[in-house]
C-alpha cells in the first residue's frame, strides 16, 4: 500500500494541479492513499520550515510531496514538489496531469477561500469554548503535580466548565515543564482544553481566572545570624511578589482569584500580591491555612484516640508560617470514645474532653511546629498530599456554599476585626457562602487572646517593614531589575 502526503499553500496553483492528480491516482489505485494539508499562505513558510527540519529534507517551494513509509517504520521519503510527483505518477503508475492554467487559478483560489473559512470557524469555536484559565506558579514543585488531576474534579468549579492550565516556573527548566505538560496531556481529561509551560514571565497570568501560588524560595547562603538570613529571605520575596502583584494587575482578570500557599512567609506573600494589583478586590486573595489547621488536628486526634476527620472547627490565627496560635474555642470532636454518647452527628468540646492542660500549653504547640518538618525528613520529600488536601479544600468552599456551621481558617485581608490592625493579612476565622467568605464575628476574643494576636501581628508588621524598607531602595530603579528576579 502507498500512503502519499500532499502539502502546500492554499493559494498556490501547483498545489491545486498536484491535489487534482492525487485525487485521480487515489480514485484509480485501490491502494493508493493521498493525505492534504492544505496550509494558510501566510504560515507556510514557518511550517515547511519545521516539517522539514523535523525529518532532515531540503525543500523551499510549495507544493510538497513525501511518501509515509508506513510498512517499514521511520521517517518518511521525501518525493519533491509538483514536477516530482507528476513524474512519480506517469513513471510508476503511466497516469498524467493535463489541467489547463485558468482552472488550476480557480481551484487555487477555492482552495484559499475554504481555508480562510475553515480558520474563522475555529476562531469561532475557540471564543465559544469560554475556558477557565487557572495558573499555577511553582508549577516543578511537588505539590503540582498531586493537584493537576484534583483540579479537574466534578463540582469543583460550577458550570462544568472546560480548563486551560498555565503551568509556569521561574526557577525551573523548559525541558522540565515541557515533560509535566506531557505528563498533563496524557490525563486525557474532556474538560481540558490546552495546557501551557512558562519558564519565562512575560505572558505571565494571562487571562487569569484563578492563580495558586506555591513558590517557595531556599536560602541562597546560610549567615551565623538568624535575623541576617531572614532579611535576606524577606528581600528575595518582597522582589518576587512585588512583580508578581503587577503582572496580576497588568494581565490577569479583574475578578481572579488568588490563593497562595506555601511554607514560608504565606501571608507576607499574599500582602505584596494584593498591594501591587490595586484594581483587583483585595477578598480575592487568600493565604492558605488549611494545611496547618488539619496538622493541628492531626495531634488532637491522637491525643483523643479519634480519627483526624472526627476533629473540627479548630482555628488558626497570626503569621501561618511564622507565629501562630491554634484556638479550640469552638473545637468539637466526634465518635469520641467518653462517658457520652449520641446518636450521629453528636459532639463534644475538645477543651472539656482534654484534661491535660500542660500538654495544650506546652507539647501541643510545639508538636504542630515540628509535625510538616518530621514528615519531610521521613519521606525526604515536600508534604504535598496535605497541601494538596488543603488547596483543594480552599477551592471547593469558594466555589461552592459550605455548610454555615463550618469554620475555616484563611489569611485575608484585615479590615480591623478584633483588634488586628487593618491592611495586614492575618489568619482569622472565616465561613463560606454564596462563593465568597466572611470573616466570622461570633468568636470570642478574650484578653489572653489579644495578646497572642498581638503578637502575631507584631511579627507580620515587621516583615512587612524589611519588605517595605527593600522595595523602597528599589525604587529608581528599572522594572526590569524586580523582574530579573524571577530568573535567578
Request: charged share 25%; net charge negative; proline share 3%.
Amino acid at each position: 500500500m502507498a500512503k502519499f502526503v500532499l502539502a502546500g499553500k492554499a493559494d498556490c496553483s501547483y498545489y491545486a494541479k498536484a491535489e487534482l492528480l492525487a485525487d485521480v491516482l487515489q480514485r484509480n489505485l485501490p491502494d493508493f492513499h493521498i493525505h492534504k494539508i492544505c496550509v494558510h499562505p501566510g504560515d507556510w513558510e514557518k511550517w515547511l520550515e519545521d516539517t522539514c527540519a523535523s525529518n532532515g529534507w531540503k525543500h523551499s517551494s510549495s507544493p510538497i510531496v513525501w511518501r509515509e513509509l508506513i510498512d517499514r517504520g521511520g521517517k518518511g521519503m521525501l518525493l519533491g514538489g509538483f514536477s516530482d510527483f507528476l513524474e512519480h505518477a506517469q513513471g510508476y503508475y503511466g497516469i498524467t496531469s493535463d489541467m489547463n492554467s485558468d482552472l488550476m487559478l480557480k481551484i487555487a483560489a477555492e482552495n484559499q477561500q475554504a481555508k480562510e473559512l475553515c480558520m474563522e470557524e475555529e476562531i469561532q469555536r475557540l471564543g465559544s469554548l469560554r475556558p477557565l484559565h487557572i495558573w499555577i506558579s511553582s508549577a516543578l514543585n511537588p505539590v503540582c503535580y498531586s493537584l493537576i488531576p484534583q483540579l479537574f474534579t466534578s463540582g469543583l468549579f460550577p458550570g462544568l466548565p472546560t480548563f486551560s492550565l498555565h503551568l509556569m516556573d521561574a526557577d525551573g527548566s523548559e525541558e522540565m515543564l515541557q515533560g509535566l505538560k506531557m505528563e498533563t496531556e496524557d490525563l486525557a481529561l474532556h474538560q481540558l482544553h490546552e495546557v501551557t509551560v512558562h519558564s519565562g514571565h512575560m505572558q505571565a497570568f494571562q487571562g487569569a481566572h484563578f492563580i495558586i501560588f506555591l513558590d517557595d524560595l531556599q536560602p541562597m547562603c546560610e549567615s551565623n545570624d538568624e535575623q541576617d538570613d531572614k532579611d535576606h529571605m524577606v528581600s528575595r520575596v518582597a522582589e518576587r511578589f512585588h512583580c508578581y502583584g503587577q503582572l496580576i494587575e497588568a494581565n490577569a482578570q479583574k475578578d481572579v482569584r488568588v490563593i497562595v500557599a506555601g511554607d514560608s512567609f504565606v501571608n507576607l506573600k499574599c500582602s505584596l500580591l494584593i498591594e501591587n494589583a490595586p484594581s483587583v478586590d483585595p477578598h480575592n486573595f487568600v493565604a492558605m491555612a488549611t494545611q496547618l489547621e488539619y496538622e493541628a488536628k492531626t495531634q488532637l486526634a491522637q491525643k483523643l484516640s479519634v480519627k483526624t476527620a472526627d476533629i473540627n472547627n479548630v482555628i488558626v490565627w497570626g503569621n501561618i508560617s511564622g507565629s501562630f496560635h491554634i484556638d479550640l474555642q469552638r473545637a468539637k470532636v466526634f465518635r469520641y470514645d467518653g462517658a457520652i454518647w449520641g446518636p450521629d452527628g453528636f459532639s463534644q468540646q475538645v477543651m472539656e474532653m482534654i484534661y491535660d492542660w500542660k500538654w495544650l500549653e506546652t507539647d501541643f504547640m510545639s508538636l504542630v511546629h515540628k509535625h510538616r518538618t518530621t514528615i519531610s525528613s521521613k519521606s525526604n520529600k515536600a508534604t504535598a498530599i496535605s497541601a494538596t488536601n488543603g488547596i483543594m479544600t480552599i477551592l471547593k468552599s469558594w466555589n461552592n456554599d459550605a455548610s454555615p456551621e463550618d469554620i475555616f481558617s484563611l489569611g485575608v485581608i484585615s479590615t480591623g476585626e478584633f483588634g488586628i490592625p487593618a491592611g495586614l493579612v492575618f489568619s482569622m476565622p472565616v465561613r463560606f457562602r454564596d462563593s465568597c467568605w466572611s470573616v466570622r464575628s461570633d468568636v470570642t476574643v478574650t484578653d489572653e487572646l489579644k495578646q497572642k494576636l498581638k503578637a502575631c501581628a507584631d511579627e507580620l508588621k515587621m516583615e512587612r517593614d524589611i519588605a517595605a524598607r527593600i522595595l523602597k531602595m528599589h525604587e529608581g530603579s528599572p522594572k526590569a531589575d524586580f523582574s530579573d528576579s524571577l530568573l535567578q
